[in-house]
């Protein structure tokens, strides 16, 4: 199951469609960074990294896959009259774009199967929608759906059932899954199996609670406290405590949702355990901590990261991540992309996708230059998406040119040669000014 591209129009910060791709171009750097899928001409990226100033459109780009997964996950629950999304959706800086449909394009691969997938919708509406399965460069149409009429193609007989049971408000291709079509089916377990970490400083932590569900499974609480000692972190011993005293219960402040979807108090604790020292030699004893309360914001981090990452390094699926230095060091992140990149700790090529303000990480010898993105706000202020290896440069003689494969990466994105930089005042006019009347 792998994600081959995915593009976005008329949504959020993006006006003009963008398009964001995991094929591999024909460059010969990192060979194993890719991985070739059989009966494919193009390999794919494991990873890819997201560069941008603030507020130029990085984890937008995020959140329009988010967004994506949620609807085809989640749509066919949608209620008359209910909102496919709760987003102010289209891009609300242009006239021209306030009242028409968002555009969302993804190609994916299931069973060494290409299938593309279409939307145009609005909150309230989905207007356009189509399924394409693509064999040898030739299409083959599996349904569409224009307004409210829906065509469905032999090849695709799981959505008789569907044709008239679908509301406005609500994906095709979500109600043929809800009635149990076996491709629709792969599909949604496929966009399920996307996941999404935010860094969650809250006490309400959902990536804390799915880490305390995690370790109560012995191997993977091994796995990471292996990870934590070649991290130089120095927890010695990990211990989930289920049904705690009134007292330790109020110190674990994190939920869990119920079956139901009912939010309520987690009833379980993670203590983390460290040597104690006397006159600063280490003693033989340890000494235990509640894990949320007292251990760093770089620990935690690293920890609910590291389970989910080996999550998705165990079933081979997609992992986005939002700011990936995030409270974590830049040799750390630098760990990550590698365990990643390597063929033998990602046998089952599962991608990681992320965005950073790290540029220690901007370096040809982690990344191929198909696998660095930037995002740069244009001059109508929406946001323009591009890779460093479709990039052209100026020659001496003015020609374009790509980017070498040998060149500073770091140094030339600072130095503004690749744009997606913020530019900066002195900010000598944003600092409070003293009172020459006061004394």
Known sequence: IMLVEFKVANFLCFREQVTFSMVGSNITENKDNTFIIKGFDNSLLKTAVIYGANASGKSKMLESVRCLRHMIVESFRNKIDESIFDYEQPFLFDIDTRNKPSHFEVSFIIRNELYTYNIYCTREQVFEERLDKINDNNVDNLFTRKNNVINVNMSFPEGEAAKNQTRDNVLFLSRVADLNGQLSNEIVKFFKNIKFYEHDNSPFNFHGMKLIDTLKDDSKKESLLNAMRDAD???KKLEVIDEVGEKQKSSARLLKQNKDGTL??????????????DKNLPTD????????????E????????FIMLLETLENGTILFVDELDSSLHSLL???????????ETNPKNAQLIFTTHNTNLLSSKLFRRDQIWFTEKTKNESTDLYSLVEFKLKNKNGED????????????????????????SDFSNSTLKGNDDVE
């Open 285 to 296: 004893i340890m000494t235990s901590i509640d894990f949320f309360l007292h251990e760093s």
């Open 298 to 305: 770089g620990t935690k981090a690293f920890a609910c990261l």
């Open 333 to 343: 992140c630098e760990k990550v992309v590698k365990l990643v990149n390597n063929p």
């Open 264 to 277: 309520v108090l987690n009833d379980s604790q993670l203590i983390s355990y460290h040597t104690l020292y």
């Open 233 to 235: 972190i120095s927890i």
């Open 401 to 424: 040119i790509g980017v070498r494969k040998d060149a500073n990466y770091e140094k030339n994105y600072l130095a503004g040669r690749y744009g997606a930089i913020p530019i900066l």
